[in-house]
């Protein structure tokens, strides 16, 4: 029996039925990179989970519009409004203009997620492109008396929102120990309440990215650029918002205040946010020299690397485990994905050669109504693997001959492998892409076999032992020869 999907959700903290707003269109927004740096993996874990629930809601028969934005102005390097601005920072140290480095590291970042095999949104708006939506929705919360302005910047009234609104709705936190806990900053005396937040931040006379408004020139804070896009393309209220539980505390909170500030509404009816990266039991962080980058994993020039893993491995290694659940990084944890990347796609790669019998012992439905469940049960990829390696089961034993399955259910066989393996996953074979490989493998296979057939056993042997010294190993069956990766 199919089970109806359910997700967790934050702001109520259990698992809710998916009860889109008006089905079958479901709005999802997740927040973006802010692309003044290469993307690090834990943005990379959060992107290939929600392009897991977005390949599934559309198999599912939704009509998903995915909008993931691009942080490309207004992001200071302190998350409460102080420091400098990471474009301009990071334009001075590469002597570049600050659009240059959004160009430079927005190009990395869709190049990582291509080789991750993620579906691009549906839109994927940017904060440089929606300034008129931004200082719009800040007029609008000025006028419902939920922010004011202080020398050319404007800041959100936490205190006063929270009169009427829920400010910790999301964390759960009481509103009297984030303020013991928040420290008066310097520069920042003209705030009325310390946990005010800036919408529109007055730019000085050097400040390179800057706009005009009603205030002056200046450019808009962090989190006013995505409840600004979301609602723009969205509206003011849709199904599903996205992202790193990192932004939970802050930026999302920040979020529904401007939103429920400027629309009385909740902006969202579920929020989902992915859990952390750790390497070797320890948080995954630049301060503790600890984390690596995309391409660092995938050459393995990294000092805590013992080798680089291919980008299906590791989009296998971090759909082993639940998207709320913490992903240890080890050299022997990838080790161990390697191989059963390499023995689900060796399975899959069979398929094609399976031959139907007239009669089987074999039902496919039952597996296919676990996947689902699974699937359904707040997108819980790690089991669903583990179903997939029944199939890769079933695969092998009918291939030696061992079991027998009909035209039937090889069709279905074939239709699980292929939806959730390739479409729900995104999973690519790396292998069977590389064509020269192939080719050359499939000519020392004929040769052999022409060598066995000609009784030439010292050659058959020499090409198989050679083989397997670099890694491939034949097997042999009725159906013909196969190769793999040791």
């Given at each position: 029996m199919i089970q109806e999907l359910q997700l967790y959700n934050t702001i109520s903290r259990k698992k809710e039925v998916f009860k889109p707003l008006n089905s079958p269109h479901v709005g999802m927004y997740v927040c973006g990179p802010t692309v003044y740096s290469d993307v690090h993996l834990g943005n990379c874990r959060t992107f290939i989970s929600f392009d897991l629930i977005f390949r599934y809601l559309k198999y599912s028969g939704y009509k998903v519009r995915y909008v993931r934005n691009i942080t490309d102005a207004g992001h200071l390097e302190g998350d409460r409004d102080e420091g400098d601005d990471k474009f301009a920072k990071r334009a001075k140290l590469e002597q570049l203009e600050p659009m240059e480095i959004v160009q430079k590291y927005t190009l990395g970042f869709h190049e990582v997620l291509r080789m991750f095999n993620t579906l691009p949104p549906s839109i994927e708006p940017t904060a440089t492109g929606h300034i008129i939506e931004q200082i719009e929705m800040i007029k609008s919360i000025m006028a419902n008396g939920y922010a004011y302005e202080i020398k050319g910047t404007i800041y959100f009234d936490v205190e006063k929102y929270s009169k009427s609104y829920n400010y910790t709705i999301l964390t759960n936190r009481k509103l009297e120990d984030l303020l013991e806990n928040t420290r008066e900053l310097s520069g920042q005396d003209d705030k009325k309440g310390r946990l005010d937040f800036a919408l529109w931040i007055k730019a000085k006379p050097e400040t390179l990215m800057q706009w005009q408004s009603p205030w002056g020139m200046g450019f808009p804070g962090w989190h006013i650029e995505c409840s600004?896009?979301?609602?723009?393309?969205?509206?003011?209220?849709?199904?599903?918002?996205?992202?790193?539980?990192?932004?939970?505390?802050?930026?999302?909170?920040?979020?529904?205040?401007?939103?429920?500030?400027?629309?009385?509404?909740?902006?969202?009816?579920?929020?989902?946010?992915?859990?952390?990266?750790?390497?070797?039991?320890t948080r995954m962080s630049k301060s503790a020299g600890n984390g690596f980058l995309p391409h660092e994993l995938f050459t393995g020039n990294h000092p805590l690397l013992r080798k680089g893993y291919s980008p299906m491995t590791v989009k296998f290694f971090m759909l082993q485990a639940h998207y709320r659940s913490t992903l240890d990084f080890s050299n022997d944890a990838l080790d161990a994905s390697e191989k059963g990347f390499r023995r689900l796609m060796n399975a899959v790669a069979l398929l094609p050669k399976l031959v139907a019998s007239e009669t089987g012992n074999i039902e496919i439905e039952p597996l296919r109504i676990k996947c689902v469940n699974a699937m359904n049960d707040d997108?819980?990829?790690?089991?669903?693997?583990?179903?997939?390696?029944?199939?890769?089961?079933?695969?092998?034993?009918?291939?030696?001959?061992?079991?027998?399955?009909?035209?039937?259910?090889?069709?279905?066989?074939?239709?699980?492998?292929?939806?959730?393996?390739?479409?729900?996953?995104?999973?690519?074979?790396?292998?069977?892409?590389?064509?020269?490989?192939?080719?050359?493998?499939?000519?020392?296979?004929?040769?052999?076999?022409?060598?066995?057939?000609?009784?030439?056993?010292?050659?058959?042997?020499?090409?198989?032992?050679?083989?397997?010294?670099?890694?491939?190993?034949?097997?042999?069956?009725?159906?013909?020869?196969?190769?793999?990766?040791?």
């Open positions: 600004a896009m979301s609602a723009k393309y969205l509206g003011q209220e849709f199904d599903i918002h996205g992202g790193g539980m990192d932004l939970a505390a802050t930026h999302h909170t920040n979020e529904i205040a401007q939103s429920e500030a400027c629309s009385h509404h909740q902006p969202a009816k579920y929020w989902m946010h992915t859990n952390m990266l750790t390497v070797n039991g997108f819980n990829s790690p089991v669903v693997i583990a179903e997939l390696f029944e199939a890769v089961r079933i695969i092998n034993t009918v291939y030696d001959g061992s079991a027998k399955i009909t035209t039937a259910e090889l069709e279905k066989l074939n239709t699980l492998v292929h939806d959730f393996v390739f479409d729900i996953f995104g999973l690519q074979d790396e292998e069977s892409s590389n064509l020269e490989l192939n080719e050359i493998l499939d000519m020392m296979i004929a040769l052999r076999k022409e060598a066995k057939e000609n009784k030439d056993y010292a050659t058959s042997d020499s090409i198989r032992i050679g083989l397997q010294k670099i890694g491939i190993q034949l097997k042999d069956s009725k159906e013909g020869t196969t190769w793999s990766k040791i």
